[in-house]
């Protein structure tokens, strides 16, 4: 897989996630997958991985009891914010 497919398959995951309401782990393991991608791809210090980082976080330990579906702080809103910034290193409108 190219770098391109790579963020596509992280889109898609978060457009499926998004429509199962996602359980905590599953969106747990998509959140990290998408900061590893990142990392490796650009490197820890590049904007755009911070960007999604701050996007997806906070990364608490609490957060394996399980996270609210909804609200500012949800996984849904979460996801919100992280996908036009896959986006944008796509090229793609967010």
Known sequence: MNRAEIL????????WLRSTGPRT???LRWRDAAC?????MLG????????LRAA???FDDVEAE???????????????S???ILRALLGEDA
Do not use: K
Not at 9 to 15: F, I, R, V
Not at 44 to 51: M, V, W
């Open 82 to 84: 992280a996908t036009p």
């Open 66 to 80: 399980g996270l609210q579906i909804h609200g500012p702080d949800g996984m849904l809103a979460r996801m919100d």
């Open 36 to 40: 590893e991608t990142l990392r490796e």
């Open 8 to 15: 596509r398959d992280s889109l898609q995951t978060a457009h």
């Open 44 to 51: 820890p210090e590049h904007a755009s991985t911070q960007a």
């Open 25 to 27: 782990d599953d969106f």
């Open 56 to 58: 997806v976080g906070p």
